[in-house]
């Protein structure tokens, strides 16, 4: 199966609720980030993709590695994800911009039938609801 290497963040608010957005033409919530260019750190492609899709304003020294996984691609059928997962603080207010439609702040204990991407879904959900702010899951 073909694999697409991404970075994605978990940004929390001060209730812990998770930062998700929809990308435009989708269904499924996922964390903000996207995909790397060529020579870049997955830190600093995960500065660059907060930026240009939510407007925040974070630097690499502020993330912290959450670690690294493998999951179906979301949105694009037959490809997999290979995901560096970072934690970043809130730096400064979420609009929607780029290829994002929608920004929605969740509590995933309790995600209700919100549609969520496998990445989320099977690794950082099963994180959250084991005490995320107490541990840190390996790469």
Do not use: C, Y
Not at 28 to 49: H, I, N, S, W, Y
Request: proline letters at 8%; charged letters at 25%.
């Amino acid at each position: 199966m073909p694999t697409i290497r991404i970075v994605a963040a978990v940004i929390r608010d001060a209730g812990g609720r998770w930062l998700l957005v929809r990308k435009r033409g989708t269904s499924v919530f996922m964390q903000p980030g996207g995909k790397l260019e060529p020579g870049e750190t997955a830190a600093d492609a995960l500065v660059r993709e907060l930026a240009e899709e939510l407007g925040l304003r974070v630097r690499t020294d502020q993330l912290g590695h959450v670690g690294r996984f493998t999951a179906p691609a979301a949105n694009e059928a037959g490809f997999t994800v290979d995901a560096d997962v970072f934690t970043a603080p809130l730096g400064g207010p979420v609009e929607p911009l780029a290829e994002i439609e929608e920004a929605r702040w969740v509590e995933l204990t309790e995600p209700g039938d919100l549609p969520l991407a496998p990445l989320l879904r099977d690794h950082l959900l099963p994180w959250a609801r084991a005490g995320a702010d107490r541990h840190r899951i390996g790469s």
